[in-house]
């Protein structure tokens, strides 16, 4: 019996130990405050001009909401008197997704859109201006679908497809064409942290 017992104790001593020893590591983002905290994309509209690049900012002040606003910079960062659709908003994140380092995220907008034929002014014109008018803004909603990779534990690529509607009395007179409810499609890529 002593033997059986003795035998059956040193089996795990007498077996041949493996050639090479497997670690599974896994990728955990570590973003600066928990969560991502800005963004900056460039890319595409379907409302305003393509010889200027369209600019998005959004800025997250909890993991699930957002402040972003988008344009190509008339009044901003140029004086060009060019037309621009800008977009000021908030998103609210209503699925997401995590796998080692890729993100996917569902998005809900509203705010607001302001429409613009030439060099901004300060302020929104709500209101319909008639003709001459050089800009219009109103209400937006949008639903947008975000990926982001991991490139390391504190930053990551972005793409941000959106796409929306948004009611501006003002904008036949403003873009000339249409009536008050104008789409939208923004496509943007960039980096964040």
Request: aromatic fraction near 8%.
């Amino acid at each position: 019996m002593r033997i059986l017992l003795l035998a059956l104790l040193s089996t795990p001593a007498l077996a041949a130990e493996p050639d090479e020893t497997v670690r599974a590591e896994t990728f955990v983002p570590r973003p600066v405050a928990g969560h991502e905290v800005f963004e900056l994309r460039s890319g595409l509209s379907t409302v305003g001009p393509a010889d200027h690049p369209y600019l998005c900012g959004e800025l997250r002040p909890l993991k699930r909401f957002s402040i972003e606003a988008c344009g190509n910079g008339s009044g901003w960062l140029h004086q060009a008197p060019i037309a621009d659709m800008a977009h000021f908003r908030g998103r609210g994140a209503v699925w997401q997704k995590t796998e080692e380092r890729w993100q996917g995220s569902a998005l809900v907008g509203l705010g607001l859109a302001e429409v613009q034929r030439t060099s901004d002014r300060p302020g929104f014109v709500l209101g319909d201006e008639g003709e001459g008018a050089v800009e219009a803004a109103g209400p937006e909603v949008s639903i947008s679908g975000q990926g982001r990779y991991w490139l390391d534990e504190r930053a990551y690529a972005v793409v941000d497809a959106n796409v929306g509607v948004a009611y501006m009395k003002g904008a036949p007179s403003v873009i000339g064409k249409g009536g008050p409810v104008v789409p939208f499609l923004l496509v943007t890529a960039g980096v964040g942290f």
